[in-house]
């Protein structure tokens, strides 16, 4: 995965997810508008913290987990329906800015092999669109567009994919000799 800093990460864990939560507390309560959360309680928490209470059992391997995490709407069946009839049709930044990043660390979850499937299928064949519409911009204007719309709703690790490489720092400037080139430095010893 991405390091720590990366923008892409912090956009994913920051995305919220639909969690209920299976006890209470009363230090929980900011979670919930200040009031202490009953178990059942279905809360949208950042991703991060809904993973750890999702895999924090606090009395024990065999005891119930915190909270149980469902899958968010960016996967959830209409996209997943959308995705599998044509992967350029979905605006991916619409549903989550770093989209692949969310479907990653929900597969860590879930392990969904229908899922993994489809955003595998989703990756390459967008990948494809976008390549295409990097090398042949008259296809896109012939189809009545600058194909803006698409390429606006690309998610982060595609913009990064197409983004063009930073150019190189400029030259550095040549020192001049300090010495005329017919002149040499005369030594003189005591």
Not at 22 to 46: C, E, F, I, R
Not at 162 to 184: G, K, Q, Y
Request: charged share 20%.
């Amino acid at each position: 995965m991405a390091s720590y800093t990366s923008p892409t990460l912090l956009l994913t864990t920051a995305q919220k997810i639909p969690t209920t939560l299976s006890l209470t507390h009363p230090s929980l309560s900011p979670l919930n508008a200040n009031t202490p959360p009953v178990p059942g309680s279905k809360l949208d928490l950042p991703l991060w913290l809904a993973e750890m209470l999702a895999v924090s059992k606090p009395a024990g391997p065999e005891s119930e987990a915190l909270a149980t995490v469902d899958m968010p709407q960016a996967l959830g069946g209409r996209v997943m329906n959308a995705l599998r009839a044509g992967g350029g049709s979905v605006e991916l930044r619409g549903q989550a800015m770093a989209w692949y990043g969310l479907a990653a660390s929900m597969l860590e979850l879930f392990e969904d092999e229908e899922v993994a499937t489809v955003v595998c299928d989703t990756f390459k064949t967008r990948a494809l669109l976008i390549s295409d519409r990097a090398q042949n911009t008259k296809t896109a204007q012939q189809q009545g567009g600058d194909g803006s719309d698409f390429m606006g709703g690309l998610d982060e690790t595609e913009r990064a994919r197409n983004d063009p490489p930073s150019p190189s720092p400029p030259p550095l400037p040549r020192i001049p000799n300090r010495h005329p080139p017919n002149c040499t430095p005369r030594i003189t010893t005591s």
